[in-house]
């Protein structure tokens, strides 16, 4: 039993990103509330890999996806998500709550620094 606990234990250590990747991410915080995304638009530049921290302030559950980047997550109420996407290349992005009914979304713009 041992045995698989520390098997498991080291899969699960390798798949994690390390502290060292995270801190080399560019990290951008959203807010999500009752009337959609604060702020709509974030900027990012090219290259580089990215942390996008999203705070759900809403009456309900939410779900952080963006087909552009290719991330998905669900957002309990009053819970902050995190989402990896990057390094991308200049151009927008878009970003949506994919339980909203009433369609909220955002945009990242990436620029050359």
Do not use: H
Not at 4 to 24: K, R
Not at 50 to 65: D, G, K, Q, W, Y
Not at 83 to 92: D, E, S, W
């Amino acid at each position: 039993m041992n045995v698989l606990l520390a098997v498991g234990l080291s899969l699960l250590c390798f798949s994690l990103p390390s502290v060292a990747e995270i801190s080399a991410r560019t990290i951008m915080s959203l807010t999500l509330n009752d009337s959609g995304f604060s702020p709509t638009e974030l900027t990012a530049p090219a290259g580089k890999k990215l942390l996008i921290r999203m705070t759900n302030r809403s009456s309900r559950v939410a779900e952080l996806e963006s087909y552009d980047m290719k991330f998905e997550k669900i957002a309990p109420q009053g819970n902050t998500v995190s989402v990896f996407a990057g390094p991308l290349r200049p151009g927008k992005y878009r970003f949506f709550d994919d339980y909203s009914i009433s369609g909220y979304s955002g945009w990242l713009t990436v620029r050359e620094e």
